[in-house]
């Protein structure tokens, strides 16, 4: 009996080991989402303490079934325009016919107007970058973050109109912070990521970006590209063309966000093309 006992304790203590190890070095649900809707608890999403581990465990686990995740993919592409990259990009997007989201510096825009009203005229979504694209985002007060999402959009409608200015933003360098997160969240802004970094902000071989987003591909899926950089404009038709293949379907991060659960877009399925 005391034998039976012991085993049962032993048995016991294992499983609150194991559910222990699970929540504290296993829990990535999300490490890094794709989307934080203006809506949703940052501190439940970003944080590391163990009562956000356990939260993200118990509540934001990816669904059990996803074999029917949609298989939508948005290219997004940050900063500029630029004056040479961004029209040959444009012009490749065009020949593809291929939507695309372009986060757009404010100052940048003010620059080379013609660009931003090209990038509307096409169809294209234009969300906020913000104005400067400071190097140290993640330390900036609530008030400066606001204020470089306000001076982003001011500057962008003074040139194109679409809501995303005002309700998509993603951070510079992707640098962020649950306060800085918290502080465009409050200024209406969902913040919008990504499930895929290729980086081609490096200097890589157009053949090393498609190879990295086709082992990386989900459904769905959101790239994050950028829009000054040739390499990108270069590898773009083959990547296109393998998703195509695969029975993928490019749209906006706007309308795949629309379409798709966050819960879903923050837990893709894995799916080669």
């Known amino acids: 009996m005391k034998t039976f006992r012991l085993a049962a304790v032993l048995v016991c203590i294992a499983l609150a080991g194991y559910g222990f190890y699970r929540i504290v ?4 649900a999300p490490v ?6 203006r809506t949703d ?4 999403m970003l944080a590391s303490s163990i009562d956000a581990r356990v939260n993200r465990y118990f509540f934001d686990r990816p669904p059990k079934d996803r074999t029917g995740s949609p298989r939508l993919v948005a290219l997004t592409f940050d900063d500029g325009p630029y004056p040479v990259e961004t029209p040959l990009l444009l012009d490749v997007l065009r020949d593809l016919h291929v939507p695309a989201t372009f986060f757009l510096i404010g100052r940048d825009a003010e620059e080379f107007p013609q660009l931003a009203r090209r990038i509307a005229a096409e169809h294209h979504e234009i969300a906020n970058h913000t104005l400067t694209h400071p ?25 194109v109109r679409d809501p995303s200015i005002r309700s998509e933003m993603r951070p510079p360098h992707g640098r962020f912070t649950e306060a800085t997160v918290r502080a465009a969240q409050a200024a209406g802004y969902s913040v919008v990521l990504w499930n895929d970094d290729p980086g081609d902000w490096r200097s890589v071989p157009a053949a090393t970006l498609v190879e990295h987003i086709e082992r990386s591909a989900t459904a769905p899926d959101i790239i994050l590209l950028h829009s000054g950089r040739l390499t990108t404009v270069e590898m773009l038709p083959e990547i296109v063309a393998r998703f195509r293949k695969a029975g993928f379907t490019f749209v906006t991060a706007r309308d795949l966000l629309r379409r798709v659960p966050h819960s879903i877009v923050n837990h893709p399925a894995k799916t080669p093309i």
Do not use: N
């Open 25 to 28: 070095l296993h829990v990535r």
């Open 32 to 37: 890094v989402p794709a989307i934080i809707d």
């Open 41 to 44: 608890d940052a501190h439940r």
């Open 135 to 159: 190097a140290d985002f993640e330390q900036l007060s609530a008030h400066s973050v606001q204020w470089q999402l306000e001076g982003g959009a001011d500057a962008l409608e003074t040139m």
